[in-house]
Structure formats: C-alpha cells, structure tokens
C-alpha cells in the first residue's frame, strides 16, 4: 500500500510547508514515511505526516469527478479528478492512495472551487474542500487497476480493450482515491473514447459530446453512495443483448462481438435473478441498469462492481454446442453470486477488510438459496454439501484461521479471499439459517440491509439485526414441525456466533449411546483447545422429526429412550460439525446402509461417507472401517454419495477393483453417450465415465476412442455430447496426433467452455514433455492465456506423470508467477498448495521446506505456505497409519 504524497505542489504554494500539525494530528502519527524512513516532501524537509497502513478518518471523500482518457493504441491512459471532502478536524495535510501513478498536478480548491489564498496555513474542521489532480500511467500488465486485455478474431486479428479490477486494494492504479471501503462516496464518471469503441461504466450513459480531434466524451450520471472497490469502466468494441425486468431494471450482456451469440442464457438468468433478489430482499435493486460483460483476460471468475459485474467468458458465456450442464450451473451460479453482491456488499459493505466474509460468505451462500428459487431443474443443493466439505477440509488444518481475522496490508487483505471467508462463511449461515428457521433468516438479513443501507457494517451488526426479529418470533415451523422458541428468545446470539466468527477449526461431536441416553462430548478436530455453542440436530428410527439441542458445554446428554435403534446427528448436514460414532456406533451405520440405506437422506449419506473418512484421517477410526461402511455404494442410486464414495476409492481403485462387492461396472454399463436425462444423471455420467476411462476400463476406452475418431474426422462439423466431450479428449490426447489436433482447436475455438475442456484433456497426457510444452505456453501467455496459467500448473500436478514436473516449474519461476499474480492472490494460494498437495514422503516434505526456506521473506507473508506444509504432514501421516491396514483389508476380502 502506498501513501500518495498528494500535496507537493499545494503544500509549496500555500506555503505550509514547516507549519506544525494540530494536536489530534501529532498524538495520531509520527513524521515517518510508512516504511519508516523519514521522507521529505518536495521542497523542504517536511516529512511524510503519516505513518499508518489505514487512512486518517478525519477527512471523508463526498464525491468524485472523475475525467480518464484511454488510449488503447499508446496503451496508457491520462485523467483528472476533483474529490470533494469534508474536513472534521482542522488539518495541514491531507493524505490519500495513489500507486504507480505520474501526479502531474496536485491543488485543493474552497467550496467555490476557488484556489485558496496563500494566507490558509489550515484545512477547518466542518468545511469542505476539493482535491484537484491530474495523473497519467500506463495500462496495467496483469489483472489489477486499470489494464488491457486482449481478443482475437476469427480472422487472427487481435484486437484491444480496457477493464479495470480493483478490489480489494487497486482503485489506486486507476485514481488518486480514499482506496478503503469504508470511504464511500458519489462518482460523476466521464471517459473520452475513440468512435471505433463503446464505453460502460457503473452508470448509465446520460450524454456523449464531441471534443477535440474527433474524440466523444462519455458522461455518466451520478452514482449511489458506494466504496471506491467497487468503481469500475471497460473501454471496447463489444456488441450486447438486452432485456428488462419486472421492476424496469435495464439488463445487459456484453461480448467480443463473435461471441454475441453466447450470450443468450446469461440474459435470462441475470433478468431471472434481479427480480427473485428484489422479492427475497425486499429492496428495489437501486440502479438503473445492470451490464454484465465478459472480459477475456480475468483472473477471478467474476467481480461484482455496481451496475457493471465483470467476468471471465467461463463464467458468463453459454454455448449450447459446447458447454456442458455443469457448465450451465457454473455460469447460473456465479452470476447469482454476484448479483447477491449488488445487496450483500455493495449497498450494504464490511467496515474493513477482516470482515470480507459478510460480503463472500453470504453470496456465496445466496448462490444456493437464488439458483433453487429460479432454476430447481437444476438441483443446486447437491453442490452445497461438497462447499462445506471443502470448508471442513481447510478448517480441521492448524494452520487455517478464524473467519474475521485481522488485515492489513495488500497481501493480507488478498489472502482473505479465501475457502474460510467464501466457503466456511457460507456453511455457518446455512447452519444459522436452520436453527433460526427460514422465515426468522430472512427477515433478519432485510432488517440488516435496511438500517445499513450506503453505509459499512462489522459482525455485530448483523447478529443484532437477526437477534432482533428472532425475539419478535413466538412459533417457528421447520419442515413441518411446529418448534416453539420461548428457549430461543433470550439466546445469546452474539455468544453463540462468536464461537463460529472468532476461532478457528471446527468442532469433533463424539456421540456414545448409553441406554435411553445419548451422550455427547465436544473437542476441536484435530486439537482439543476451544469450545463451540453447536446447533445440534438429529433423527432416530422412531420418528420422522428433526430433533434439535443447543450444546454450548464440553460434555452433554439428551434423553432418546430405549426402543430407539439408530441415530444420525447432524441432520442433512445443517450443521458446521464433524460427528464420530464411538463404541461401535459406525458398525451400527455400516448395518443400517447395508439393510436400508434409504432411511436415511442422500445428504445425511454423503455426510456419513465424509465424515468417517475425515476421522480415518484424522486417526479417530481405523480405515477398515470406513471401507466397510461405503460396502454398501453398490446399492447406491443417487449421484451425490455415489460420487462421494468414488472419489475416496478413486485413490487405491486398482486394488479394489477385483473384489465382487465394489465392482462398478452396473454403474459404468447403465451411462450413455449422450446428454440425456435428469441434471443429477448427466453430472453422474461425466464422473463415472472419466474415472473408468482414467482406470483404462477398456469398453470405456474403446467409445472414447471412437467418438474422437469421428470427430476427428468430421473437421469440427460433429459436436460432441457436452456432458462426455472432456472424456473423449482426454483419451483423444494420448496419442501424438490426436495431442497436436487438439491443441490446434484450442488456439482456434470461439469458445471458452470449449477450450477448459480441451485444456484438461492435453493435462492426461502422460508424455512429460508435453506436460512440460503446456506449461511453457501457459508461461508465455499468448496461446494459453495467463488468466489460464495456474489452473494449467493444477492440472499438470494432478497428472501422476506430472506431480514432480508442476513443482519442479513452480520453483524455477516462481517471481514470474508472483509478478503476474501478486503475492497475496488466490492464484498463488492454489498454485502452492495445489502443486505439493499430491507430496507424501519425506524426501517430497524436505524439498518444499527448503523452496519456502529461500523464499522466507514471501513465505513468511502467506499462509498457503503453512497450509501446504500441513497437508503434506496429514499425507504422510495418512500412510504411516493406513497403507497396512489397507492392504490387510484388501487381502482379507479377497480371500
């Protein structure tokens, strides 16, 4: 973060410079540069007045006017603001974010906007100003600030385009700004274009002029009140489809103009999901219009900016020759999530940056609860168990942290977009949402977003807001069921959540049956260090209620009576807890899914399945038995357990696949080559047909092989069945023909859904120097995007031939991934953890210890190092207690 000397010139002219600072201002700071060298300013040897990473409160942005002028042949851009503030404690200085900007003019003007008299040593409390300054830089390389990004044609033209991106900290590229959420402020928005291009921005367009040597001028109106984060402009020549909501929302999707035609299935959902946001919240969506634009060169998935959401293609284009259902779901749920983020964020946004979860963790929570609201075709709530397992993964590390943690640098700040803030976030509300019921849930949160509206809010506030309805509420209903809540209404929310928002991990529920009495014991999973208020739910044999019990003690019990048989706690999984079934418990599951696995719902199977691996893991129950508990998968319909169960076999399937009992060929034969069927059956399709023709099941490969022999052939004529293409590549790729035609149709495709899918496919190779080609042009960045580069190094990991070689990459460029990604980013989160996450021995261990060794000074900043290191120790760990219990298990079934 760095701290614009604004004032260099209007400090000279105004000659303040040696005036001292007024108390307030010298008990607030000391007179040394945030690096804390002492930094004259200009002339004379005034220091830098500032030494703190956030900004003094004293001085509040009101509204910018903002002039930029991008020039898309000279790649740079020039541009001016004039930032009105209100000043509320006298002052000398005002400081504010810039970073890579050339200040060419820097002045403060009165209220009149006239300049101020060289007799004014001081800036008074209660009156406003204006900041006026001049900039210019360079269109950013990389994907932050104001940068250029890039298509090509059909016809091999490459053409050039402007995006910005600027959250969390990057507003500051593009505008000398108050670049901290908690600043918001109006924007008049005007940007100077060639005919050639269209210009959009958070706004609509209210008049475009004519000025010099044939430029136009783009004049925005005005916006709401909103963070500097959320600012943004995109200069090109796309072409768009509109529609209008019920409640005369202007909605807009744009695309390079060859890619026009994929826009259609975003229009519907985006017009589909203003109006489903507008009645669940009960606030009209503020704007006057909403565009949603694909941006070709974009490293997240997508960026929820006022009124104008940015997006990779991957995420917002649809192509129904190319894209699969599980890429019709992507594109349906992230433009749920960021549309959630035009309310949850947007109107109503986080203090500060520790919070980011009360932006990420509700959208993408409101990804579920939006997409079965409009597309229950599509059968959203069998995704959202595998985000909490992703949640329970990363949580039950040590080196995970609690989901409001503090930040304060860039780097800081960026590694909060993360599986704790997105992913735990979202499986906390779940479980609030349950305990509190729907309707007490959802009044809440409008409650919330109302008294906060244009304005920040922390934790605290949302608690209150729900705590506020929940005491309103004397009768609840859940699934039916009548609960009264007089317990409820003097429950200490705010208590209750901080066990969830302030610590990190996750609770381990132990459950032992003790006659009519459950008895109940709760530790940290993996540590025995905190205690947690557990919204517990249950079901037994001998009703069809959802039993519950608020368990805020280290040890508890709950009287069920002897006749009941079974009890599965955690119902459906609506808790943010791992259950162990001791004294025989888990033999007491294994009977029931073997003799009625029906009895109990597909997510409280799943769960099971999860759970009792997690505790293998964990060295809370030996591996044989979790293997005796998925005995009953060859009895499994529904694709949610059956693919849970997969994939923990997947691992030692070789082993396994000559035992009767876990034969899978019923499941393989009854898959056709098509995309027909339910969404839950295409989704099992693509699995279970990747994984036999990854296990080399030879009728399998022998469809495979044929189908891209055909398509081959046809010279892009045929498409193949969307649901089955990246199967068919992928056995297409492991001959040299079939690899270089591949790679051909990637560099061609007008299709983003298209080339992912090609992408993997070239990845299965097993021929390391094509593995080692791939990740060279991904390095390159023109035939494989860099957008694409740390995707392409998961891949090449994922590939048992290519574990050492990603690594090995990783290693050598490891600066020019840090320069293209920024330290901080997601993208090198997973490229660290993503590359050592397959490292099991103790040689593999030593080598990444030693890479973070000669990186200590950028390891030191980021937490995926520790997590990547923890991983490695659980994979070893893993081996040491089960590879003999394994092979014991294997032999003694095979006998």
């Known amino acids: 973060m760095v701290l614009v000397r604004l004032l260099v010139l209007s400090l000279f002219h105004m000659s303040l410079v040696g005036s001292q600072p007024t108390q307030s201002q010298q008990q607030a700071s000391s007179p040394t540069h945030p690096s804390g060298e002492q930094s004259p300013l200009g002339t004379g040897n005034l220091s830098f007045p500032w030494s703190r990473l956030r900004l003094p409160r ?18 740079s851009f020039t541009g001016s603001v004039q930032i009105q503030i209100d000043v509320q404690n006298n002052t000398n200085w005002v400081v504010l974010h810039s970073k890579g900007l050339q200040i060419s003019k820097a002045t403060i003007l009165d209220q009149n906007l006239a300049h101020l008299s060289d007799q004014v040593q001081v800036l008074s409390n209660g009156q406003k100003y204006f900041l006026y300054i001049e900039f210019g830089a360079k269109l950013a390389e990389g994907f932050y600030g104001f940068y250029k990004s890039t298509y090509r044609t059909s016809t091999g033209e490459t053409r050039t385009l402007a995006s910005t991106h600027f959250e969390p900290t990057s507003a500051r590229m593009a505008f000398p700004c108050f670049d901290e959420p908690g600043f918001k402020a109006n924007f008049s928005i005007r940007i100077r274009r060639s005919p050639e291009y269209i210009s959009l921005s958070n706004m609509p367009v209210v008049k475009t002029v004519e000025v010099d040597d044939g430029l136009l001028e783009d004049q925005f109106d005005a916006s709401v009140k909103m963070s500097t984060y959320l600012v943004a402009f995109v200069i090109c020549d796309f072409k768009s489809v509109t529609a209008t909501t019920s409640s005369g929302v202007q909605v807009s999707i744009y695309a390079a103009p060859e890619k026009w035609q994929q826009t259609r299935y975003a229009l519907e959902v985006a017009v589909k999901m203003l109006d489903f946001y507008e009645e669940y919240f009960n606030i009209h969506y503020p704007l006057p219009k909403q565009d949603l634009i694909a941006i070709p060169d974009f490293q997240s998935g997508a960026m929820e900016n006022w009124g104008l959401t940015t997006y990779r293609e991957t995420s917002l284009l649809f192509d129904p020759l190319t894209s699969s259902i599980s890429d019709q779901l992507w594109v349906t749920m992230v433009i749920g999530h960021e549309l959630a983020h035009q309310w949850f964020g947007n109107l109503v946004t986080m203090e500060w940056w520790n919070d980011i979860w009360l932006n990420e963790g509700f959208a993408r929570y409101m990804e579920y609860i939006s997409v079965e609201a409009t597309y229950p075709d599509l059968k959203v709530e069998e995704y959202l168990l595998h985000t909490c397992f992703a949640a ?8 995970s942290r609690p989901i409001s943690s503090p930040a304060e640098n860039p780097t800081q700040i960026k590694q909060m977009f993360d599986t704790v803030s997105y992913d735990k976030g979202a499986c906390v509300l779940h479980m609030l949402r349950h305990f509190l019921s729907d309707d007490v849930f959802q009044s809440g949160i409008v409650r919330y977003l109302r008294k906060y509206s244009y304005r920040n809010a922390h934790n605290q506030d949302l608690w209150d807001s729900l705590a506020n309805v929940q005491t309103q509420t004397t009768v609840i209903v859940v699934k039916g069921v009548i609960v009264r809540n007089e317990r409820r209404e003097h429950l200490d929310l705010t208590a209750m959540m901080n066990t969830w928002t302030l610590q990190k991990g996750i609770p381990l529920v132990t459950v032992t049956r003790k006659g009519p009495r459950l008895l109940l014991r709760q530790d940290r999973f993996l540590r025995t260090v905190f205690l947690w208020h557990i919204p517990l739910t249950y079901k037994t044999d001998a009703s069809s209620t959802i039993h519950r019990h608020l368990m805020t003690t280290h040890t508890d019990s709950i009287h069920i009576g002897e006749e009941v048989n079974w009890v599965k706690v955690n119902t459906d999984m609506t808790g943010y807890y791992v259950v162990h079934y001791e004294d025989g418990g888990w033999d007491e599951m294994t009977k029931l899914l073997l003799e009625n696995h029906t009895a109990l719902s597909y997510k409280d199977r799943t769960h099971l399945i999860h759970n009792a691996f997690q505790l293998v893991t964990a060295g809370h129950l030996s591996l044989d038995k979790a293997l005796d508990l998925i005995g009953y998968l060859q009895l499994e319909t529904h694709t949610v357990p059956l693919l849970q169960g997969l994939g923990y076999l997947e691992a030692f399937y070789r082993m396994i696949e000559k035992r009767n009992e876990f034969d899978l060929t019923p499941v393989i034969n009854q898959q056709t080559w098509s995309d027909s069927g339910s969404v839950s059956e295409r989704r099992l399709r693509s699995d279970v047909l990747s994984l036999a023709c990854h296990l080399d099941d030879p009728p399998c490969l022998d469809r495979a092989r044929q189908s891209f022999k055909d398509w081959l052939q046809s010279n892009g004529t045929l498409n193949l069945p969307t649901d089955v293409a990246e199967t068919v ?46 990740l060279e042009l991904g390095l390159e960045g023109k035939v494989i995007r860099s957008q694409d580069l740390s995707s392409l190094i998961l891949m090449v990991a994922r590939n ?46 030593a080598d990444v210890q030693l890479f973070f060794e000669s990186i200590k000074e950028q390891a030191s900043q980021l937490r995926a190092t520790q997590v990547a290191l923890d991983n490695m120790q659980k994979n070893l760990r893993w081996f040491q207690r089960n590879l003999e219990t394994l092979r014991n298990w294997l032999n003694k079934q095979m006998q």
């Open 58 to 75: 004293y001085i509040i942005p009101l509204h910018y006017h903002l002039l930029l002028h991008p020039n898309l042949t000279s790649l």
């Open 392 to 399: 329970v993964g990363h949580d039950s590390l040590n080196s």
């Open 729 to 774: 590549y992928s056995v297409g790729a492991q001959d040299d023909h079939g690899w270089a035609s591949l790679l051909h149709t990637y560099n061609i495709s007008l299709s983003a859904a298209q080339k992912n899918k090609i992408l993997f496919a070239l990845t299965c190779s097993r021929d390391a120097n094509k593995l080692q080609r791939l």
């Open 800 to 845: 048992p031939q290519g574990h050492h070689l990603a690594w090995n990459f990783v290693k050598k460029n490891w600066d020019t991934l840090v320069e293209k990604f920024q330290l901080g980013s997601f993208c090198i989160r997973n490229i660290i953890i993503g590359t050592t996450g397959q490292f099991s021995s103790p040689e593999e261990l």
